[in-house]
């Protein structure tokens, strides 16, 4: 069994990866961090002109009709470059859920703009520092109208649509459902707070009586979010990679011309071993990541465990390499001029986008127990 990407992918892969390194360097990831824009503007046109937002969106709606494998090797290079854009707000969580559960007239509405990248979309779950869940969760909707917080939200002060948990009424997981709302709408309001990672902008979404149209049935809301975040989960755990493998290589060329009592540092066993296992943890986590992407473009009975996997794995190397690319780095590491800063910022805040490790881990023990009690 082949589980290598085919030659069209890797060729799309290469052309993103080009693309960043051309027009997304890390000085433009330090403009986004240090700035107020919420992201950077050329390279989301760029990646728009490119037509990567549309990959997985139909082509009746203006998109390519492509995959989720597509989609894996382009959030590979995000994850390398730290791109700051709301790419994985808008593609991996908005117009999936929009594609997969809106009505006709909320595709024909939102997902055109979407795969142009005319429109950014968000996904907001959160209230607080407590995760999502069928108790903590109080915005309500009511007769069409959304009122409540959520709080943090990715990208949510660039973002035009938001995908949300709300609470319909009734007891338990079907107390939850989905609704579309369009944040220019009146009644929606947003602030920007602060996160670890400011170049990609979080904001609070406060909603008073704010017109919202459920999306994917009443009462479907926790299931729903819990079928996104499978697939998203993946796509995460690619970005991760690619992150992972760029900390990498950022600390082998820092230890490869740094020298230290006469020698260059990399030729210590410290500094080799430290590189290496960085290696090991990110291969492993790329293993996973590929049965996580067959599964995913397969809709494979596997999924919920296939993805639980990548993102604990991935989520751990990208914190490993992360980490271990400052130590190479050492003192100098730790200062605001280098650039192991954003991957640092990074790992930390893609491993709690849809959830904490602690999450997942759960996630991946519960579903291994159910099937091996099937």
């Known amino acids: 069994m082949n589980f290598d990407f085919s030659d069209d992918q890797k060729m799309l892969k290469e052309q993103v990866r080009k693309f960043l390194a051309d027009k997304c360097p890390m000085k433009v990831v330090r403009r986004v961090l240090d700035g107020?824009?919420?992201?950077?503007?050329?390279?989301?046109?760029g990646l728009a002109d490119m037509g990567l937002m549309g990959?997985?969106?139909?082509?009746?709606?203006?998109?390519?009709?492509?995959?989720?494998?597509?989609?894996?090797?382009?959030?590979?290079?995000?994850?390398?470059?730290?791109?700051?854009?709301?790419?994985?707000?808008?593609?991996?969580?908005?117009?999936?859920?929009?594609?997969?559960?809106?009505?006709?007239?909320?595709?024909?509405?939102?997902?055109?703009?979407?795969?142009?990248?005319?429109?950014?979309?968000?996904?907001?779950?959160?209230?607080?520092?407590?995760?999502p869940s069928p108790r903590t969760v109080r915005a309500a909707l009511t007769d069409g109208r959304l009122t409540g917080s959520k709080l943090p939200v990715a990208d949510g002060e660039a973002a035009h649509v938001a995908v949300v948990v709300v609470n319909t009424g009734g007891s338990g997981q079907r107390a939850l459902s989905l609704a579309l709302v369009d944040l220019s709408a009146e009644g929606v309001s947003r602030t920007r707070v602060a996160t670890v990672d400011p170049a990609r902008k979080h904001a609070r979404l406060d909603f008073s009586n704010a017109p919202a149209e459920l999306l994917g049935g009443k009462g479907k809301g926790w299931q729903l979010l819990n079928e996104l975040y499978d697939g998203a989960a993946v796509l995460f755990a690619f970005e991760q990679i690619g992150g992972a493998e760029a900390a990498m290589w950022m600390g082998r060329d820092y230890a490869l011309q740094r020298q230290a009592f006469g020698r260059v540092i990399g030729s210590y066993q410290a500094i080799k071993h430290k590189l290496a296992d960085v290696y090991v943890k990110t291969e492993l986590a790329r293993s996973n990541a590929y049965y996580g992407a067959m599964m995913y473009a397969e809709n494979g009975a596997d999924l919920p465990i296939a993805a639980a996997a990548a993102r604990v794995a991935a989520t751990d190397a990208y914190d490993f390499a992360a980490k271990e690319n400052i130590q190479t780095h050492g003192g100098i590491g730790f200062t605001w001029e280098a650039d192991t800063q954003f991957h640092y910022r990074r790992s930390r805040l893609l491993a709690l986008a849809i959830g904490g490790p602690t999450a997942w881990k759960d996630k991946l023990v519960t579903r291994l127990e159910r099937k091996n009690a099937a």
Do not use: D
């Open 36 to 45: 107020e824009e919420t992201h950077a503007a050329e390279v989301w046109q």
């Open 55 to 131: 990959t997985a969106i139909p082509e009746a709606y203006g998109g390519l009709g492509l995959g989720p494998l597509e989609l894996c090797v382009i959030a590979e290079e995000l994850g390398r470059a730290c791109a700051p854009v709301p790419f994985s707000s808008s593609v991996y969580l908005a117009s999936e859920a929009i594609r997969r559960w809106g009505s006709e007239a909320q595709k024909k509405a939102w997902l055109p703009k979407l795969a142009r990248g005319e429109a950014i979309g968000t996904l907001a779950t959160a209230e607080g520092p407590q995760p």
